[in-house]
Structure formats: structure tokens, C-alpha cells
């Protein structure tokens, strides 16, 4: 599906109607979802202004409503039974019949504020319930059960970034490395830049490099031999961090740092900063340790 928002290039949400096709894809097609009309003209520049904050909530709406935009210059006969006498102007049908309308560029919000009024409900549902479910089920190490609702949801929710964050933490969490990064190659650059795939990604980096290194108990008898080699002392903590034990993670880092001269601490820096990216700013591990870790530096 090619999901455009400029004027002229539609997708299966958004698509041309002409005095031919009005009757089947508006009026008919209004007996099951609403269907937005929005009428304009190429010398329009307010229509031209409003086209892509239609087209943008449309688009994130994922099917839910769609958007039929009509040329008054090419299909004066509809504008003249609809009474149109300045545009651009967006008519709502729901029920085969006219709901609602608004005449001229409104700002986002109130645009969703008219749609959610004709639809009779939120245009984005609250989905908390189901991420609590998959949290469950990831922290039961149900992975297999958890990846399989998430690819359903995905389905219909394509840009979900909470899902599909999940969703790769999942397969980060049963080590399909390759499957991620094809998963993580083929988003868009929209998706890629939230913060919460950008906290996927470094968790990913940090699970792939543990994976090729020592195991946990080997590099744990390495420093207890020397826990002045600060090379076994990073990698150890970054054993623990792929093992879940995270304040393990943390507390060593933190000891290092304390203990270690200047030329060293940027490493050690580094290795924090990788662990807060791959948690995210909201968990409270990163709120927790980034706090002990400001304590630490500006004493």
C-alpha cells in the first residue's frame, strides 16, 4: 500500500470521487464507516494547506475512516446539489446521509475533535490493556505466546510503536537477531526515529555483542581473578545487563567508575549511557541509576 498526503496521489483511505463514482463510493460506502469529503480546486491554497493535516489523520487512522476529496472545477454538478459556494469545505457522510461539516483549515486537534464527534468514539483506541497483557507474558518468558499476539496486532496496527517495540524485544529476548534487523530494515524512517525503537536498537546491539563473548560464569571468574582489568569488569556488566540483572549492571558500573581514573571513566560513561538508551528514559532503572550517576559525577 502506498501511503502518500499530497494532492493527486491517494491510497486505499484516500481516493478521488467524481460525479460517476459519488453514489457507490460515498453514499453507499457511508452505510459502513464515515467517510470524510473533501472538496477543493488546484487554485485553492487554503485548500492546499488543509489537504495533508487530512490526509495525515486519515492516514494514522489506519482504515477507520476514509477520505474521498472531490474537484469542484471537474465536478461542478455535485457542488451545485450540495450547495458548496467557497472552499475548501469538508462534509462528513455516515449512514448514507450528510452527518456534519466545518468550512475552512482548522488545526489538527479540532479536526479530530469533528471526527471523533461524528464517529461517536476516540479515533485512537486505548490499547493499555493489551501491552499489560504482553508484559505478562514476556515476564513469564511466554515469548512464543507474546510474539504471536503481537504479529496479529501489528497486522491491523501497522504503526503501532509500542507493539512493535515489543515485538522486537521478543525476538531480541529468544536471540533471532537476524529476524529483528530484517524487521527493524524494513520500518520507515518515522518509526525508526521513536524513542522507543531507538531504545530496541541499542538493546539489540548490546544482546548481539554479549552473544559472540564469553558466558556469564566464565567472564565472572575472569574478574574475580582480576577486577582491575577493567576490560572483564564492562563486559561482565554488560553479561549481566543481557541476563536481566540489571542493578548488577548498574552497581558495578557505577563502583568502576568511582575507582577509576580519568582516562578510563569515559568508557565506563559510555557503557551507562548504552544501558539508559536500551531502557528508555521512562523505565525506572534509567530514572533510578542516572540519578545515582549525576550524584557520583558532580561530587
Known amino acids: 500500500m502506498n501511503k502518500t498526503n499530497t494532492l493527486g496521489n491517494k491510497n486505499d483511505y484516500i481516493f478521488d470521487v467524481d460525479e460517476h463514482s459519488f453514489q457507490q463510493k460515498i453514499i453507499e460506502a457511508s452505510k459502513n464507516k464515515v467517510i470524510l469529503v473533501d472538496f477543493w480546486a488546484p487554485w485553492c491554497e487554503p485548500c492546499k494547506q488543509l489537504s495533508p493535516i487530512l490526509e495525515n489523520i486519515i492516514n494514522d487512522c489506519e482504515g477507520r475512516i476514509h477520505l474521498a476529496k472531490i474537484n469542484i472545477d471537474e465536478n461542478q454538478q455535485i457542488a451545485t446539489q450540495l450547495r458548496i459556494q467557497s472552499i475548501p469545505i469538508v462534509y462528513a ?3 448514507k446521509q450528510i452527518a456534519d461539516a466545518f468550512q475552512g ?3 489538527e486537534k479540532k479536526i479530530i475533535e469533528f471526527i471523533e464527534k461524528v464517529l461517536g ?3 485512537k483506541k486505548n490499547n493499555y490493556a493489551f501491552y499489560d497483557e504482553i508484559k505478562e507474558l514476556i515476564s513469564n518468558k511466554q515469548l512464543t505466546q507474546a510474539e504471536s499476539l503481537l504479529e496479529e496486532f501489528i497486522s491491523n496496527n501497522s504503526k503501532d ?3 512493535i517495540s515489543m515485538y522486537l524485544n521478543c525476538m531480541i529476548e529468544s536471540s533471532k537477531f537476524q529476524e529483528t534487523n530484517d524487521f527493524i530494515s524494513a520500518l520507515s524512517k518515522e518509526i525508526l526515529d521513536a524513542p522507543e525503537i531507538i531504545s530496541v536498537i541499542a538493546n539489540l546491539q548490546i544482546k548481539e555483542n554479549s552473544n559472540k563473548g564469553p558466558s556469564l560464569d566464565k567472564i565472572k571468574n575472569l574478574y574475580m581473578k582480576n577486577p582491575k582489568n577493567l576490560d572483564n569488569a564492562l563486559i561482565l556488566s554488560e553479561k549481566y545487563f543481557v541476563n536481566q540483572m540489571i542493578e548488577n549492571a548498574f552497581e558495578l558500573l557505577l563502583e568502576l567508575y568511582e575507582n577509576h581514573k580519568d582516562g578510563d571513566k569515559d568508557r565506563i560513561k559510555k557503557n551507562l549511557i548504552k544501558y539508559f538508551e536500551a531502557l528508555g528514559n521512562s523505565n525506572e ?10 550524584s557520583i559525577m558532580f561530587v
Open 121 to 123: 468514539e476516540k479515533i
Open 161 to 163: 510503536v509500542i507493539a
Open 93 to 95: 457522510f455516515k449512514n
Open 285 to 294: 532503572h534509567t530514572k533510578r541509576y542516572r540519578k545515582k550517576f549525576s
Open 105 to 107: 483549515v482548522l488545526p
